[in-house]
């Protein structure tokens, strides 16, 4: 599921605000790729994991932040295998965006 937000909406980085609302950095070793996730329980998983990215309106020049999230819900199965058993909507995800969607600055900039 993705929330787009004005990037005005943000008196931070991305990477800060994430942090501030229970996200934690981490790094995929094999493929390099940054993420960032909120685990559920002490354990590894479940766990929301979030990636995101900016785009710049060519027409308005305004600038947004695509944050695209999914609930692990386990870990691989297989060795070399890197799918997951993940949900992309569902309950859970549309209540975490929400929760997020709520520590953003009012979007008055539209």
Known sequence: ???VINKKQLT???ELWLRRTGYAYILDRASGQASFV???T???YPR???YWESEI???TQEEKIIFNIHLDQKKPGYVGYNRHNAEYDGEAVEQEV???RQLLLPDFFN
Request: hydrophobic letters at 35%; proline letters at 5%; a positive charge.
């Open 1 to 3: 599921m993705k929330l």
């Open 12 to 14: 931070e980085t991305p």
């Open 38 to 40: 909120r685990r559920l």
């Open 42 to 44: 002490r354990d590894f």
């Open 48 to 50: 929301f994991h979030l």
């Open 57 to 59: 309106n060519q027409r």
């Open 98 to 100: 929400e929760r997020l």
